[in-house]
């Protein structure tokens, strides 16, 4: 798969890949911007390139039978998002009983255009004590970018404007929600 994923995201769909995929075992990998259903798929595509598995969490309704073998097997990890749950903590506690866990997110909380961005991803980093690594999915530049992993600090404000620094003039699969 990696081999056909790369002749699919280079060959066919000719995107590139700006930066590596940081050798970490545990992150929190926000992905923006997330204007459109396909860029599940072109993260899909994007996590065979690299040939690192990514994760991600759902409800846990998902993990049930029929199908919950197949979200675990594509990397999900179920979350009881039900009452006053502290997801944070929870997504947190899989960190930590998991050798390596890279969870993408996207920071937006939709694919509809927003003002500001969600911070649970923040949360979970620092909860979790994990780095941040930033992905970009640039459909006007047809690249992928990657930012090196970067811990989050006291100063959440400065934090989160170097992170919306680093998607400055990317645009999504539908512009208009960039």
Same mark, same amino acid.
């Given at each position: ?6 002749? &699919? #995201?280079?060959?066919?769909? *000719?995107?590139? !890949? ?7 075992? +545990?992150? @929190? ?64 506690? &899989? #960190?930590?009983?998991?050798? *390596?866990?890279? !969870? ?7 694919? +509809?255009? @927003? ?64």
């Amino acid at each position: 798969m990696h081999k056909l994923s790369k002749f &699919i #995201f280079f060959k066919i769909l *000719k995107w590139q !890949l700006k930066g590596d995929f940081p050798d970490v075992d +545990k992150c @929190v990998v926000i992905v923006a911007p997330h204007t459109s259903w396909v860029d599940f798929f072109l993260g899909l595509v994007v996590r065979k390139v690299i040939n690192e598995e990514v994760n991600f969490i759902g409800k846990e309704s998902l993990f049930k039978p029929p199908f919950g073998w197949y979200f675990r097997w594509m990397g999900g990890a179920p979350i009881d998002r039900s009452g006053n749950q502290n997801k944070v903590a929870a997504i947190a506690k &899989i #960190f930590k009983e998991r050798d *390596k866990f890279r !969870l993408a997110l996207a920071p937006e909380g939709t694919r +509809k255009k @927003v003002s500001q961005w969600k911070t649970g991803f923040y949360y979970i980093a620092k909860t979790a004590k994990v780095p941040i690594v930033m992905v970009a999915f640039d459909f006007g530049k047809k690249q992928v970018k990657v930012s090196e992993p970067r811990y989050p600090t006291e100063d959440m404000e400065a934090d989160l404007k170097t992170y919306r620094e680093f998607y400055k003039g990317v645009v999504g699969k539908i512009p208009e929600y960039t």
